[in-house]
């Protein structure tokens, strides 16, 4: 479990937006995972040695462009779930709900089903965050799958987060989103809307 916890921390700090602070950041998870051992440790320095000598703003970029410019490739796994529709508002909500209630509050700026976001909470909470984690991990398969088919380095920190969570069912489908029955009768029938009597 601790070993779990090392890696959703690792995890969480890699797939967060590389700024000024990468050298430091990728040198004390690098120090952090050396002698923690395992296949996903091992997946995590293979990412820190792909990137170390990337300089911070081309790093910046290439994150920009895996992460924001598309929405397959995505870190906000409600995406995945609920696609576009009312129902990730509700899913968004459940999660800050779920945070609350184990004590935790996400960063204000970031949206609650941002995955660093969520790893960080498995790692600082695993009674809580473990089983956000297990409840999206067919989100963090097509995640991965991306990853790998845009040859993102990135991909090898999905994997190790992959390698601490059971295996996933079905990937999940958005359901279509469904009209909402009206909460009051109509006094006009469809397409009299605006006529004046």
Do not use: N
């Amino acid at each position: 479990m601790i070993h779990h916890r090392a890696i959703h921390q690792a995890a969480a700090l890699l797939l967060s937006y590389p700024g000024p602070d990468w050298p430091e950041r990728i040198a004390k998870v690098t120090a952090a995972l050396a002698g923690l051992g395992g296949p996903e440790a091992a997946l995590l320095l293979d990412f820190g040695r792909a990137t170390a000598q990337v300089p911070p703003l081309d790093l910046a970029a290439r994150y920009v462009t895996t992460f924001d410019r598309s929405r397959r490739r995505t870190l906000h796994l409600t995406h995945y779930t609920d696609g576009d529709t009312r129902r990730r508002g509700a899913s968004l909500a459940g999660l800050k709900a779920h945070y609350r209630a184990h004590g935790w509050e996400p960063d204000a700026g970031e949206l609650p089903d941002f995955l660093p976001a969520m790893l960080e909470f498995a790692a600082r909470c695993p009674r809580g965050g473990t089983p956000l984690l297990h409840r999206y991990r067919g989100a963090i398969d097509l995640l991965t799958q991306a990853l790998d088919d845009h040859r993102s380095p990135y991909t090898e920190v999905l994997r190790a987060v992959r390698l601490t969570l059971p295996a996933a069912g079905p990937l999940p489908r958005p359901a279509p989103d469904t009209t909402a029955p009206v909460p009051f009768p109509l006094r006009t029938t469809p397409g009299d809307e605006g006529v004046r009597r």
